[in-house]
């Protein structure tokens, strides 16, 4: 039988906030869907305030889909512009990263990590 998994409203889910390299600009990242729900897979909304940047990185254990929201930024490894309605693929180990590149409007993005239960379990590593 398939795990039941609750019906989750993000507003219940308590940020993880993030700064790049200590510095100001914020990411609130939460996870609504993962392992503490029994599910093998995590999904999280991120609000990315101006100017703030997710590092390049990877996920080792998993892949990723990534769907924009809201906003307007700068996706890498190629730093396409991106807005809402683009979604993009990241194979597992694929180097990635994204900046919200506007002054007073945050960047709103969905990530869902197929067979990554948990932050952990995506297996995230810096690059450079």
């Given at each position: 039988m398939a795990p039941r998994c609750p019906l989750v409203h993000i507003d219940e889910v308590e940020p993880e906030k993030t700064g790049p390299g200590g510095g100001p600009?914020?990411?609130?990242?939460r996870f609504p869907i993962s392992r503490r729900q029994g599910v093998p897979?995590?999904?999280?909304?991120?609000?990315?305030?101006?100017?703030a940047t997710a590092l390049k990185h990877r996920h080792d254990g998993c892949d990723e889909l990534v769907y924009i929201l809201s906003g307007r930024g700068r996706f890498?490894?190629?730093?396409?512009?991106?807005?809402?309605?683009?979604?993009?693929?990241?194979?597992?180990?694929?180097?990635?990263?994204?900046?919200?590149?506007?002054?007073?409007?945050?960047?709103d993005v969905l990530a869902l990590f197929p067979g990554?239960?948990?932050?952990?379990e995506t297996r995230v590593a810096g690059v450079g």
């Open positions: 600009a914020v990411v609130d990242l897979n995590s999904a999280f909304l991120a609000r990315f305030h101006p100017g890498g490894p190629d730093g396409v512009e991106v807005r809402p309605g683009h979604v993009r693929f990241i194979p597992r180990g694929g180097e990635h990263w994204l900046r919200n590149m506007r002054a007073a409007e945050p960047l990554g239960g948990s932050r952990v």
